[in-house]
């Protein structure tokens, strides 16, 4: 099988093209064009020969992805459904907001955590990502914004830290300063994974934020919200993340989706504040987006969000209550699920964003 331009690395790029016979700089060109023009096709790199654009085109396919769908709600927030070359499928989002434009990246074809109010791992786990197939999600939104986005969260379908190598080499290939040049600080892993999971991903040293999907302050309450979770103690979850902090330099989030009678009481924001004080961690508060999946579940009141965020401020712990956003069009936190198969045909006609 073919590599994908969107895969390789410089190194590899660099090699693939002395392979061809050419002189290592002009693999730096096929690069840049890639991850600082957004041209993914040889035919496009018209700075160099056509000869060697012909063979490019037999060398590497230009992408791992095709845009079957997109979908933008009122609020501006744009969800694109990716047709991979397996016929699975996965979600990508964008998300304005002021002068940001943040990606939220999918890892996996559905979901193994299965946290019961997220729509993502309701058909669980099909497969895992290729990089191309994660580095490639932010090319796209690029592509359509004809600018670089400004942040990246990979949030979106799937546990990140269950597909790390592949992961790491998308970073690394957004961080490239050859390439897109993409600043680790505006780079933010989230995981709803174990301790030694987040001690992995702190040694590869790629300087990314790291969130942590709490969702309880004690472990009975987190095993009713994340019945699936790879096993693991919240205090073992909230130590890892301190050393993450420690090694960065950087907060780490938590982020607690607020579920009504599940874990917004205020003894769960007295346990959680308690927990957290002084481990230079912050906590993002996230009120339920109602899931198809489970119509019983349910956002506590505004009032009983903002007394939840007060309670953890009080107790030192910096604290902020997230707003839903793209909830009408099914991208808001919690409800990256594909409506249609994720397994399915791809669109035999794929539209542009």
């Known amino acids: 099988m073919k590599p994908v331009w969107t895969g390789l690395s410089l190194a590899e790029v660099r090699a693939l093209v002395v392979e061809l016979g050419e002189p290592a700089y002009r693999g730096d060109q096929?690069?840049?064009?890639?991850?600082?023009?957004?041209?993914?096709?040889?035919?496009?790199?018209?700075?160099?020969?056509?000869?060697?654009?012909?063979?490019?085109?037999?060398?590497?396919?230009?992408?791992?992805?095709?845009?079957?769908?997109?979908?933008?709600?009122?609020?501006?927030t744009t969800k694109w459904l990716l047709g991979l070359a397996d016929g699975a499928r996965v979600e990508t989002v964008l998300i304005p907001e002021?002068?940001?434009?943040?990606?939220?990246?999918?890892?996996?074809?559905?979901?193994p955590v299965r946290c019961v109010f997220c729509a993502s791992g309701v058909g669980g786990l099909l497969r895992n990502l290729t990089t191309a197939e994660i580095a490639e999600q932010v090319l796209r939104v690029?592509?359509?914004?004809?600018?670089?986005?400004?942040?990246?969260?990979?949030?979106?379908?799937?546990?990140?830290?269950?597909?790390?190598?592949?992961?790491?080499?998308a970073i690394?290939?957004?961080?490239?300063?050859?390439?897109?040049?993409?600043?680790?600080?505006?780079?933010?892993?989230?995981?709803?994974?174990?301790?030694?999971?987040?001690?992995?991903?702190?040694a590869e040293d790629l300087g990314v934020h790291l969130a942590v999907s709490l969702h309880g302050p004690d472990d009975e309450t987190r095993r009713r919200l994340i019945p699936t979770s790879p096993e693991g103690r919240v205090q073992d979850l909230v130590e890892a993340?301190?050393?993450?902090?420690?090694?960065?330099?950087?907060?780490?989030?938590?982020?607690?989706?607020?579920v009504a009678s599940e874990n917004d009481a205020p003894a769960h924001a007295e346990t959680l504040?308690?927990?957290l004080t002084g481990r230079h961690i912050h906590v993002n508060l996230i009120p339920l987006n109602p899931?198809?999946?489970?119509?019983?579940?349910?956002?506590?009141s505004g009032l009983a969000c903002r007394a939840f965020a007060r309670r953890l401020e009080e107790l030192g712990v910096p604290t902020r209550l997230r707003s839903q956003r793209g909830d009408d069009i099914h991208a808001a936190c919690g409800q990256l699920a594909l409506e249609r198969s994720?397994?399915?045909?791809?669109?035999?006609?794929?539209?542009a964003p």
């Open 172 to 202: 690394r290939l957004w961080e490239d300063p050859a390439g897109m040049d993409f600043g680790a600080r505006r780079i933010t892993v989230s995981t709803a994974g174990t301790a030694p999971m987040i001690d992995r991903l702190n």
């Open 241 to 258: 993340a301190s050393r993450f902090a420690r090694k960065t330099g950087r907060d780490v989030t938590v982020e607690y989706v607020l």
């Open 98 to 111: 002021g002068d940001r434009r943040t990606v939220c990246v999918s890892t996996q074809v559905g979901c």
């Open 342 to 351: 994720v397994s399915g045909p791809a669109s035999p006609q794929p539209r």
């Open 142 to 169: 690029q592509q359509h914004l004809g600018a670089r986005p400004t942040n990246i969260v990979v949030m979106g379908m799937g546990e990140p830290l269950l597909n790390l190598p592949a992961l790491a080499a």
């Open 273 to 275: 504040g308690r927990l």
């Open 291 to 300: 899931v198809a999946h489970r119509p019983d579940l349910r956002a506590p």
């Open 30 to 76: 096929v690069f840049r064009a890639v991850w600082k023009d957004g041209i993914t096709d040889p035919d496009g790199m018209t700075t160099l020969s056509k000869a060697l654009r012909t063979r490019l085109k037999d060398a590497a396919s230009p992408t791992a992805t095709t845009i079957v769908e997109a979908e933008t709600s009122d609020d501006g």
